[in-house]
């Protein structure tokens, strides 16, 4: 059973642009959450995503951020018109049913914006 | 909101020796997770804690949560170079909500 998936695992983008970010959670596991640690600082919550339904995006920033998790395919976090504070590393975890606090983390994808 | 505060932030040891992070929480804890994390690199789930007084190993590293639910500490005996990383302390908020602390930088020197 592979792991909680994201790709890419390094991304390199410039004031402007947008990034895409992307998550495949663990197989059988419909819950996904995304993370964004910065430099320095410590890891801190952004969305919580079920199949077609953001549950919790409490801790996302109010413009340019968006995730969504469709029926089918990978999870989706993606920053628009990005700026040099959104260079951080962005962890994706996932659970399965019935225990949404039993989280398994992704590798991550470090996000530099130039 | 619940806050965790770990101890300390930063860890220089020998090799060999042993050794103990603190993890310690604003409100009673309802599940306690410890991560290693290598710069750079994703978060290893080591160990999730639930009961007061619970106690859990894996291989040299020993993690507990006090009777009160409120501080939890993880030991490393005869610590090693590979132990070296980032330690992190999560607790659950609410369902599929959690928070982490900031994290003990550990190095082991050889």
């Known amino acids: 059973n592979a792991g909680v998936m994201q790709n890419p695992r390094h991304l390199v983008r410039r004031r402007g642009q947008e990034a895409r970010l992307r998550c495949s959670p663990m197989?059988?596991?419909?819950?996904v959450y995304w993370y964004r640690q910065l430099p320095e600082e410590g890891l801190k919550f952004m969305v919580y995503l079920q199949k077609e339904n953001i549950i919790d995006e409490s801790g996302m920033p109010k413009e340019r951020f968006s995730a969504e998790f469709p029926k089918e395919g990978p999870s989706i976090l993606r920053i628009q018109q990005v700026v040099r504070g959104d260079s951080a590393a962005y962890f994706c975890?996932?659970?399965?049913?019935?225990?949404?606090?039993?989280?398994?983390f992704g590798p991550g994808t470090r996000l530099t914006v130039l | 909101s619940q806050e965790l505060e770990q101890s300390p932030q930063s860890l220089i040891v020998q090799e060999g020796k042993n050794l103990t992070i603190n993890c310690t929480s604003s409100k009673t804890l309802y599940g306690l997770y410890w991560y290693k994390q290598k710069y750079g690199e994703g978060l290893i789930f080591l160990m999730m804690?639930?009961?007061?007084?619970e106690e859990k190993s894996h291989e040299k590293i020993t993690a507990k949560l006090d009777e009160k639910k409120q501080q939890s500490s993880l030991h490393i005996t005869a610590s090693q170079p590979s132990h070296a990383g980032i330690y992190l302390c999560g607790a659950a908020i609410n369902a599929g909500k959690s928070t982490f602390g900031d994290g003990t930088t550990l190095t082991v020197k050889p």
């Open positions: 197989k059988g596991h419909s819950h």
């Open positions: 975890a996932s659970s399965p049913p019935g225990l949404r606090d039993t989280q398994y």
């Open positions: 804690l639930q009961k007061g007084g």
